[in-house]
Nanobody
Framework: QVQVVESGGDLVQPGGSLRLSCTASGSIFSIYFMGWYRQAPGKQRELVARINPSGGSANYADSVKGRFTISRDNAKNTMYLEMNSLKPEDTAVYLC?????????WGQGTQVTVSS
């Protein structure tokens, strides 16, 4: 069984920065998807960024391009989301998702609130 735990969420002012972490544990084999989602109250869950588990190439939602950077450290089984120039509309619970041939692991999420 694979578990993931997110951390790093906080209250930050508009224009500020945060770095989120997602650490995976358990029987992690053949990961084929690693990504960050977010869910704001009353809105659908949105894929924010994804990263190729082996090659490192990444894709981003248009709303965060140029502001967010996803990365991973395979040796630590950890994925990161560096968020800069944060806006109030970035406020949401951020969740990481890791998938393999026989698992689809979600964390509990970490709250990011952007407000003055």
């Amino acid at each position: 069984q694979v578990q993931v735990v997110e951390s790093g969420g906080d209250l930050v002012q508009p224009g500020g920065s945060l770095r989120l972490s997602c650490t995976a544990s358990g029987s992690i084999f053949s990961i084929y998807f690693m990504g960050w989602y977010r869910q704001a109250p009353g809105k659908q869950r949105e894929l924010v960024a994804r990263i190729n588990p082996s090659g490192g190439s990444a894709n981003y939602a248009d709303s965060v391009k140029g502001r967010f950077t996803i990365s991973r450290d395979n040796a630590k089984n950890t994925m990161y989301l560096e968020m800069n120039s944060l806006k109030p509309e970035d406020t949401a619970v951020y969740l990481c998702n890791v998938r393999g041939p026989d698992y689809n692991a979600w964390g509990q999420g970490t709250q990011v609130t952007v407000s003055s």
